[in-house]
């Protein structure tokens, strides 16, 4: 038994791969300040411990009294399209509490490190997106994961912190975050068709992005401690098989039951047309992991849905710009969640 912390385990990742870790044996702490997670989503038998990766005196005071022999740090802003409207809030979260992680993991001996990084550092590269392919991220999320990518890079090697970064990509499934108006397609066209409104596709729905059904994630996640061959290394995981956002909006009606439900097109927004990676170089270290089919996972998620029911729109931060600036689908969503008596108002 090892002594992990899950850092945004109350968060729809972190959640199910506290877990997982659970069910391997591994005592677990959960660091989550609760922002976008939610205090029931953590696993029995994990500790909770309510705070910020930012909050460099909680996490000192944390890694010293726990002594973590690994650190999955999957807290993070990552409502990527949005991020360049919230610079402060993105380069603080997603760089500074990664440092601050690092920097404890460095004082107290963790034996490693896995940071969940995203294909948003690739930019609008070459698909299917390659590990050999050099990362030209175009939105501030890319930029801060490629950021702690490379100091992940430099601190394993001039201080030997083994670690492994995970480039995941449009990963669904239960226990995803349904209040959140910025991300998750899936969880949105869900929360939509249970509150009555027509889903919302951005232009054409024709981006094509891999869906990734997240019990095909947390396998590979729980095993990198172990597994030497993928150390020092940045590695896609994610399903092999492509739809457009479109296809995507007709799936989940579907699997709702509701195949007429409305589909209302919207102006499209500045975002990569095409993501979707090549996974070969990490199926070739785990092992082949199953892709669940799009109408399964659907499915499952369709069902948890359904037993929690419809959620009231909410965003845990406020735009840090205004005007002209803001882009207009992101004014579209301020308005909704200005109907909905849940809008922050930042000091602009």
Not at 32 to 46: H, T, W
Not at 222 to 246: C, D, F, I, K, Q
Not at 267 to 295: C, K, N, Q
């Amino acid at each position: 038994m090892t002594n992990c912390l899950v850092t945004g385990g109350a968060g729809f990742i972190g959640s199910h791969l506290a877990e997982r870790l659970l069910a391997n044996g591994h005592a677990v702490t959960v660091l989550d300040d609760l922002s976008g997670g939610s205090e029931s989503r953590v696993p029995a038998g994990a500790e909770l411990v309510v705070g910020s990766v930012t909050d460099t005196a909680l996490v000192d005071a944390l890694f010293h009294e726990r002594r973590f022999d690994r650190v999955f740090h999957f807290a993070a802003f990552a409502a990527e399209a949005i991020s360049h409207s919230v610079k402060s809030l993105n380069y603080g979260t997603n760089v500074m509490g990664s440092i601050t992680l690092i920097n404890a993991a460095l004082q107290t001996g963790v034996s490693f490190f896995c940071f969940a990084s995203s294909v948003a550092v690739y930019g609008h590269g070459q698909t299917p997106m390659r590990e050999s392919s050099f990362p030209v991220p175009v939105d501030s999320y890319g930029i801060a994961k490629h950021v702690i990518e490379r100091e992940l890079e430099v601190t394993m090697r001039m201080q030997g912190l083994p670690f492994t970064a995970f480039r995941m990509h449009n990963v669904y499934g239960e226990w995803q975050n349904m209040r959140d108006p910025y991300r998750n397609a899936v969880a949105i066209f869900f929360n939509q068709i249970m509150r009555g409104e027509p889903i919302t596709v951005y232009g054409d729905g024709g981006q094509v992005r891999a869906f990734t059904y997240i019990g095909d994630v947390v396998d590979v996640v729980s095993r990198v401690p172990e597994t030497e061959g993928a150390w020092g290394r940045a590695l896609n995981v994610g399903s092999a098989s492509t739809n457009t956002v479109l296809e995507l909006a007709l799936a989940v009606r579907s699997a709702a039951g509701v195949p007429e439900h409305p589909i209302t097109h919207l102006p499209s927004r500045d975002e990569v047309t095409v993501a979707y990676t090549a996974t070969e170089e990490a199926r070739s270290i785990f092992g082949d992991w199953a892709d669940t089919p799009l109408a399964e996972g659907l499915a499952r998620t369709a069902k948890w849905a359904a037993s929690v029911g419809p959620a009231e729109l909410r965003s845990s931060f406020a735009l840090e710009i205004d005007g002209d600036q803001v882009p207009e689908w992101a004014r579209l969503v301020e308005k909704r969640l200005e109907d909905a008596g849940t809008l922050h108002r930042a000091n602009r």
